[in-house]
C-alpha cells in the first residue's frame, strides 16, 4: 500500500455512522426494494422526482443529526494529514446532509463531491476529477468505502478500491483489492504501528 499517494473516502457508513433505513425511504418512495434510489428517481415524472427527493432529502438529514465518527477514522484520517496525503470525500447523499455530517465531526477534509456536484458512484466521473486535482495517476488513488458502490466507482476509475468495516465479508467483496474489518487494521497496512 506503500505506493497509495492519494485517498478518497465514501462518508456514511465509512467516515461517520449512519442509520439511514433503506428500505423505509424505498417504501415511501415506491421503490421496487431490489432498485436503487437515486437511480429509480431519475425514472420519476419531474413532479414526483421532487416529492420523492424531498422524503430522502427528509431521511438524510435526520440521520446526519446523529452521526459519530466510526471508530479508527479519526486516527486514520490525521495519519493522512502527517504524511501530506490529499484526501476527499465523495458520497451519494447531498450537499446539505454531508455538510451537516462533516461539521457535527469536524472532519478536517475539505474536497467534498455530493450526488448534486457529480455523477453518484459507482460512475467514476468524481474519481476522475479528484485525481486530476491530487495531480496523480489513478492507480497512485485508493477509494476506501463500506459498499459495492464504492468499490466498483474505484475499479471504473482505475484505482485501487478498500473495503472497511465489515463484521463478515460482504458478497460483493471480491470487488475490493483490500479488505480490512476496521480501520485500525487499514492504518495499520498503510502506516505501520504508529
Wanted: aromatic share 8%; net charge negative; with cysteine.
Amino acid at each position: 500500500m506503500k505506493q497509495l499517494r492519494g485517498v478518497i473516502f465514501d462518508l456514511d457508513g465509512t467516515l461517520v455512522s449512519s442509520d439511514l433505513d433503506f428500505a423505509a425511504i424505498k417504501r415511501e418512495i415506491n421503490c421496487p426494494p431490489e432498485a436503487d434510489v437515486l437511480t429509480f428517481l431519475e425514472t420519476l415524472p419531474v413532479e414526483q422526482q421532487h416529492e420523492a427527493m424531498a422524503i430522502v432529502h427528509r431521511h438524510e438529514l435526520q440521520d446526519a443529526q446523529h452521526c459519530e465518527w466510526i471508530s479508527g477514522a479519526r486516527a486514520f484520517v490525521d495519519s493522512c494529514l502527517e504524511h501530506n496525503i490529499p484526501m476527499a470525500i465523495v458520497t451519494r447523499n447531498s450537499c446539505q446532509s454531508s455538510k451537516l455530517k462533516i461539521e457535527r465531526n469536524a472532519i478536517p477534509i475539505e474536497v467534498v463531491i455530493t450526488r448534486e456536484t457529480s455523477k453518484p458512484k459507482p460512475d467514476p466521473t468524481a474519481l476522475l476529477d479528484i485525481a486530476r486535482d491530487f495531480a496523480l495517476p489513478t492507480h497512485e488513488v485508493l477509494m476506501v468505502g463500506d459498499y459495492r458502490y464504492d468499490l466498483e466507482a474505484g475499479r471504473n476509475a482505475n484505482m485501487k478500491s478498500c473495503l472497511v468495516n465489515y463484521r463478515m465479508l460482504p458478497d460483493y467483496s471480491h470487488l475490493a483489492d483490500y479488505a480490512f474489518p476496521n480501520f485500525q487494521a487499514l492504518h495499520e497496512a498503510m502506516f505501520g504501528n504508529q
